[in-house]
């Protein structure tokens, strides 16, 4: 939720002023040319000087409220607008008995806030709370089963035997969430020059993927644990991880000195090619626009002077093998640029040079893709519910083409799957009722928006 205008009130999106100044501004030397830019102004569709024109943002998190964070209510005025705001898009037409699944955190005395709340508030005829790891359970039709719910910056693990939580041994808002994922990409590709929101949609993309345990990475880099320093004067001048027999085993199975792959060489600049991403709404803002779109069209004429050239030997060349994302080194998706299409919306372009410098920055795929795996994972409508039009021309944000590597695989490193299968083996074991321990392991059910990144599906990535 956001704050609205009026103190104590929230909206459920982002409110904005228009910038009604999209024409250039200069002074008015008569009171016709006066009249003749308000009716131009008319003609394009743009307000009036004097009018205010709100919009709403349905994408950016600025200034926003999380009204419960790791599955508690930390906000509760915040929350009970998010309530009222749900109820009113709903909109029944009649008074409706209401179910409200709650999250294990909640004590008992915010359930009686909240029923107090939804009877005085809505006047609903009956009310009613169930467990979301109860719910979960439902959902899958089993009365035993061990809910492993992953959400945005928290996991749950909760037993349940015979339709009864054991609130004994359960764990409750463990650090393991989307959230850790997002941050542990953002180590791993921060030196790219990789922002969160890139490994966000990073993260959500189908080219990031857990793979099993044991299972190397694409180029040969192990997918098991981490490596251990225990020396580090040793591994930065020998590569070794520590001292004695077991460190010397490791001696030179790695770059060693400053420079990239070379035992002595210089240090990596930041202008190497291919070692970061540019930063577009820098060089936009910077008054280097024009600039950059040249050498972006110049690009793409060469490219499609060197496809025409290569039609013939293409058509005759046995066609390459695609291999799947999780044995590629490289991988891009496409990365929705909402700063820079803001920092493009503050320069006062009007409403034609805004548009033609959308389709200009845009790399979104114009064409069908020769990839059959990426042909059926790209859809024509995007995350945001933005389609391609049949003449190529698109709504909603810049779409950039960015490159990742091996890092797209690591996003559960670092102990996250090792913590969580820990807390599931200490939440069994709490279970009284020795006879059903097998069943619980049986029944492992991974729900939870945090737990939709791809992995190998006949693989448990629990199998430790």
């Known amino acids: 939720m956001f704050p609205a ?14 910038n009604n100044n999209a024409l250039p501004q200069r002074p008015v030397e008569s009171a016709e ?25 349905h994408v950016t998190e600025e200034g926003a409220v999380w009204p419960i964070q790791q599955g508690r209510i930390v906000n509760w005025p915040c929350f009970f607008a998010l309530i009222t705001h749900v109820y009113n898009f709903l909109n029944p037409p009649f008074h409706t008995p209401i179910l409200l699944i709650t999250q294990p955190a909640w004590t008992p005395r915010e359930h009686e806030k909240l029923t107090q709340f939804f009877f005085e508030k809505f006047k609903t005829p009956a009310f009613s709370l169930m467990d979301s790891a109860l719910a979960a359970m439902w959902a899958h039709g089993v009365p035993t089963a061990t809910i492993v719910d992953v959400g945005k910056d928290k996991t749950d693990v909760t037993a349940i035997s015979e339709y009864i939580p054991h609130n004994v041994g359960r764990v409750i808002g463990l650090p393991t969430g989307g959230e850790a994922m997002t ?13 969160r929101d890139m490994c966000e949609q990073l993260k959500k993309n189908y080219i990031c993927e857990i793979l099993p345990a044991g299972v190397p990475l694409p180029g040969g880099e192990s997918n098991g644990q981490e490596e251990v320093i225990t020396n580090p004067a040793a591994n930065a001048s020998t590569c070794a991880t520590g001292s004695g027999p077991t460190g010397a085993a490791t001696i030179g199975t790695g770059p060693r000195g ?6 002595v060489g210089e240090e990596a600049t930041a202008d190497d090619e291919n070692e970061g991403v540019l930063d577009v709404a820098s060089i936009v803002a910077g008054g280097k626009m024009n600039e950059y779109l040249a050498r972006k069209e110049k690009e793409k ?10 039609v013939e030997p293409a058509a005759t060349a046995a066609k390459p093998i695609r291999l799947p994302n999780s044995k590629r080194e490289k991988a891009t998706f496409l990365y929705e640029d909402h700063v820079l299409l803001d920092t493009l919306k503050g320069m006062n372009l009007g409403s034609k040079g805004l548009a033609d410098a959308q389709a ?21 409508v995007d995350a945001n519910g933005n389609t ?51 069943e619980l392991w049986d029944s492992l059910i991974v729900c939870g928006n945090g737990s939709k990144i791809r992995g190998n599906s006949n693989i448990s990535i629990f199998d430790m």
């Open 33 to 57: 040319e006066a009249h003749e830019i308000q009716e131009m102004k008319k003609s394009l569709g743009e307000p009036d000087d004097d009018e205010i024109i709100y919009e709403e943002d």
């Open 5 to 18: 205008e009026k103190e104590g009130e929230w909206e459920p999106f982002k409110v904005r002023r228009v």
């Open 388 to 438: 391609d039009t049949a003449n190529g021309s698109r709504s909603g944000p810049i779409r950039r083409e960015i490159e990742v590597g091996v890092e797209r695989f690591q996003a559960a490193s670092g102990g996250i799957l090792e913590t969580i299968a820990d807390a599931i083996h200490r939440v069994i074991c709490s279970v009284d009722e020795v006879n059903k321990r097998s």
């Open 183 to 195: 941050l542990r990409l953002l180590e791993k590709l921060k030196s790219k020059g990789f922002n």
């Open 301 to 310: 004429q060469e490219k499609a002077l060197a496809k025409k050239k290569g």
């Open 360 to 380: 200009s920055l845009d790399e979104g795929p114009q064409r069908r893709s020769d990839d059959a795996a990426d042909a059926e994972l790209r859809s024509a």
């Open 258 to 263: 400053p420079g990239a792959d070379t035992e």
